[in-house]
C-alpha cells in the first residue's frame, strides 16, 4: 500500500504527501471512539483523562522541562503543554507530523523539531515522555541510555508499555509492519531500566482500557469504512482493521499487556561505576 502503514498501539505512520489526508480520514471515527471529552488528536489508544493522569504522576507543573520523544502530530503532548503550563519540546522523525504539531500549537508556547531517536537532544529535561512508542524500538537498552543521559537526577521518564514475549515468525507474518512491532516482557523492561539508571516509582496496568478503546475503534473505523477507503484505499482501510483485530486479539487473550510507568533518574550515573 502506498503512503500509509500501520505501526504500534493503533498508531498510523503517514508519508508526507498522505498525512494530512489520513488524519482527516479518521478524525470523524476516533471522535465518535473517544467522545469530545477524551479525543485531543491522539493516534494511540490513550485517552485524554489517562493522558493527564500520567502527566500528573510524573509531576509535570508550569516550570517542568518537558520533552515529549515520537510526539507524532501532537495531540497528547498539547493537551499537556495546555493543562501544565510547562516547557515542551516534542520530536518526532515525520516533517509532515511535525507540520500538524506546529499549526494545532497556534499561538502556544511549544517547540516541535523533526528529529529521529536515538539519540536524544542533550536538555537536560525534567520530564522525557514516550507514550505508545517504544514498541518500535528494537534496542531499548540503547534508547534508556540516552534517556539516562537528557535527564537531571531525579529527572522522570514517562512512558507506556507494551509487554510480552517477542513475536514469534508466525506472529509477524500476521501483524501489519512487524518490523515496528517489538515486545518486551515486563521483568525484562524493569531490568534494562534498572541497568540504565532509571528507577520505576509508579507502574499500573491499563490493559482493560486499552482493550476497550481499540475495540470501540474498530467498529467506529467499520461504521465509516466507505469515507476511510475512500481517502486512504482499500488496501489501506484493510491494514488499519487488521491491525486493530490483532491488538483486540492480542489484549483480549493477554498474549500482550498495556502499563503506565514512571522512572527516576537514580544516581550516580551507572556507567562512572564500571
Known sequence: MRGVRTVPSGTVAINN?????VDRALRSARLSAFGPSEFVG??????????LRL????????????LDVCCGVGGPGLLIARTFGCAYHGIDASDSAIGIARRRAGDLSCRFDVARVPPLPSGPYDVVLLLETLLAFADKPALLR???????????????????EPL??????TMPDA???????LPTMLSQLEAAGLRVSRQAECTESHLDVAQRLHREFAA????????IGSDGLRSLMA????WIDWLECGRVRKFALVAERSDPDPASAT
Open 17 to 21: 504527501a498522505y498525512r494530512d489526508r
Open 42 to 51: 491522539q493516534e494511540s489508544f490513550m485517552q485524554a483523562s489517562d493522558i
Open 55 to 66: 502527566a500528573d504522576q510524573a509531576g509535570i507543573g508550569p516550570r517542568t522541562r518537558v
Open 146 to 164: 540516552r534517556v539516562f543521559e537528557a535527564l537531571p537526577a531525579g529527572g522522570r521518564f514517562v512512558f507506556t508499555l507494551e509487554e510480552g
Open 168 to 173: 514469534s515468525d508466525a506472529e509477524r507474518a
Open 179 to 185: 518490523d515496528t512491532v517489538w515486545l518486551t516482557p
Open 224 to 231: 465509516d469504512a466507505a469515507n476511510i477507503s475512500d481517502c
Open 243 to 246: 491491525a486493530h483485530r490483532l
